[in-house]
């Protein structure tokens, strides 16, 4: 019995430590993020703020999002979410920050989000488009507050430190990197605008193509007209000297 009971120590031992495994990696992956998790310096971007509920008896019904003071937006704009209000908060700024030459005196500094319900098991995305971009920043830090129907807040305010563990309630962090070569810091809007102008660009030449084709056609057509009423000509001008 006991070299039974020995041998199978060596098993319990192991899902233990797998369920301790399985336990601290959990609420790594719960907290509220920006997605993507990157954007270019000096542009505009379209980023989501990604809350997932990570509790099982309540729903998370306010989300409020504090944008840095030390690197203010000149735009912030929020895409409409089905079955939440949206609450955009601007402040007047202690230094204008200069956007396409006009001086900003007031920027958007919170978005809250309410009226909505993200039930357990469940994650909402929440869209703004940001700009423009700083370009002496290597990230943006956006604190925020995570708010359930049971009346808990929690705050995802930690900023997390190169090097150190994850703090336990980090802040959503937008990596800010240098643009792309060629690029022109308008993201995918950009991107998409260019392949339309592209398309365009490639359906006007078919259309020329097309148009210059018919001409050709035409000309080709009078020309063998031409011709064929010269040929009929001198058949019967040839015809009237045989019979003369």
Known sequence: MNAKRLRRLPVVGCLTAGGLVLLAAGPAFAHVSVQPGEAEKGGYSTINFKVPNERDDA???KLEVTLPSDHPLASVMPQPVPGWDIKVTKSKLAKPVESHGEKI?????KVTWSGGKIEPGMFQQFPVSVGQLPEDADQMVFKALQTYDNKEVVRWIEEPKEGAAEPENPAPVLKLVDPAKGSDGQGADAASGKAKDA?????????DDKDGSDTTARVLGIAGIVIGAAGVAFGVVAGRRRSA
């Open 59 to 61: 729903s998370t019904v």
């Open 105 to 109: 005196n007031e920027a958007v500094t």
């Open 199 to 207: 398309t365009a660009g490639s359906e006007a030449a078919a259309s």
